[in-house]
């Protein structure tokens, strides 16, 4: 998949120049859900590169990297550990994180599995695992049934990619909480923030691409207010005029 770029219209507070909520579509909400699919070496990495990581992960993850082949396992692969692809099968979303790998889950069983019965009972999602009945590589693809994909196909969403339905608008709160939007749930919001008139709501649409997604992500590790944090409310209203 080709990096793309998709469009969130954000709601300003004026008066206290923060981010109350975005209004989104699918392609938004399906990589704010594709988060939570990474593996940690993955989220590791694409904060490590862009030199935004906290705490002390980016230094296990350099141990790693500088290690030498001398000390790992020889039926193991750093790349494992350093690469891990996204966990959860089957759903194609925006590519707006940088080598997160592929979002679909290769598995592999041993290709000795008709002469040897007991290796049939074993799978692996690393094409160098070696089979612990024969020590063979076990590098034959399986292919992956995922059951959501099946219940979905005998339905009218059968052609939809990602996690939620489209021809819908989504609210993302500053926390990055999601709810479907409505009227209902619009007015409530408004009363929460104690919004008295329209009018003090500034409405702004901004591009999300790469650069924001790997902000989105370290914000999501580190703050509660990350449309805020990321989308500068001050920022925001002083560039788009």
């Known amino acids: 998949m080709e990096a793309t ?4 219209k954000l709601f300003i507070d004026k008066k206290s120049r923060r981010v109350l909520f975005a209004e989104a579509d699918k392609e938004f909400v399906d990589f704010l859900f594709s988060i939570l ?15 935004g990581m906290v705490g002390c992960l980016s230094s296990l993850y350099r141990s790693i ?15 494992f550990l350093l ?4 966990v959860m099968p089957g759903a194609k979303v925006p590519l707006l994180l940088p080598n997160v790998g ?5 598995l592999y069983k041993c290709p000795n599995q008709y002469k040897y019965s007991n290796c049939s009972s074993y799978v692996a999602d690393d094409d160098g695992t070696i089979c612990p009945k024969c020590n063979s590589k076990m590098d034959q693809t399986v292919t992956f049934i995922d059951p959501p994909s099946v219940i979905r196909a005998s339905s009218s969403r059968s052609s939809e990619e990602g996690y939620v339905v489209g021809m819908v608008k989504y609210m993302v709160m500053d926390d990055l909480e999601v709810l479907a939007l409505s009227s209902a749930t619009l007015v409530s919001l408004l009363a929460k923030f104690n919004v008295k008139e329209i009018g003090d709501i500034e409405e702004k649409v901004v591009d999300v ?7 989105l992500l370290k914000a999501s590790l580190q703050s509660k207010s990350v449309l805020s944090d990321v989308f500068p409310p001050a920022k925001i ?5």
């Open 5 to 8: 770029k998709v469009s969130l």
């Open 37 to 51: 699919t990474l593996r940690v070496g993955a989220v590791t990495r694409i904060l490590k590169e862009g030199g």
């Open 65 to 79: 990297e500088n290690m030498s082949v001398t000390y790992i396992q020889r039926d193991k692969d750093k790349r």
């Open 83 to 86: 690469e891990p692809n996204v």
């Open 102 to 106: 592929s979002t679909f889950r290769h």
């Open 209 to 215: 691409g790469m650069d924001e997604g790997v902000k």
């Open 237 to 241: 209203i002083i560039a788009y005029g």
